[in-house]
């Protein structure tokens, strides 16, 4: 769930003031069972990432479990498609703008290294993805 700022582009002029949401797909080291990746991801990052993540200016941070469902198995069939991910992070920014703010200070570069190193404990990072997305609500 981190971000480095070097790597953000200044946020466009008129988009930057709408609320922004880091994404991220990931999947487990191959080292770790399931089980231990659930629960260290949970149970030690998850706190230690929420209070990295009030010091980048983040609102609000939840953690998808992909369930251990034999749908998931159809799914994948019935699709086509890959195998699923392990879960996926959503962390919400008021604006792009206020989150390369955040970054680029002192806290924030010192959190931002904080959750990269920790991350490495348990995602495998090559094998996930981390982006910016936009919310577009359809339904509800």
């Given at each position: 769930?981190?971000?480095?700022?070097?790597?953000?582009?200044?946020?466009?002029?008129?988009?930057?003031?709408?609320?922004?949401?880091?994404?991220?797909?990931?999947?487990?080291?191959?080292?770790?069972?399931?089980?231990?990746?659930?629960?260290y991801w949970l149970n030690r990052h998850g706190p230690f990432a929420a209070e990295q993540i009030k010091v980048?200016?983040?609102?609000?941070?939840?953690?998808?479990?992909?369930?251990?469902?034999?749908?998931?198995?159809?799914?994948?069939?019935?699709?086509?498609?890959?195998?699923?991910?392990?879960?996926?992070?959503?962390?919400?920014?008021?604006?792009?703008?206020?989150?390369?703010?955040?970054?680029?200070?002192?806290?924030?570069?010192?959190?931002?290294?904080?959750?990269?190193?920790d991350e490495k404990n348990f995602i495998d990072l090559p094998r996930s993805s981390f982006f910016l997305t936009?919310?577009?609500?359809?339904?509800?």
């Open positions: 769930t981190a971000i480095l700022a070097t790597h953000l582009p200044e946020a466009a002029a008129d988009p930057s003031s709408d609320p922004i949401k880091l994404t991220c797909v990931i999947r487990r080291r191959p080292d770790l069972s399931p089980a231990q990746f659930y629960d980048l200016g983040g609102c609000r941070y939840v953690q998808s479990h992909t369930a251990d469902s034999a749908q998931n198995l159809l799914l994948t069939a019935a699709r086509g498609s890959g195998e699923p991910y392990d879960g996926i992070v959503e962390v919400w920014f008021p604006s792009e703008q206020a989150m390369i703010t955040a970054i680029a200070t002192p806290a924030g570069i010192q959190a931002n290294q904080l959750l990269t190193e936009r919310e577009h609500v359809l339904l509800g």
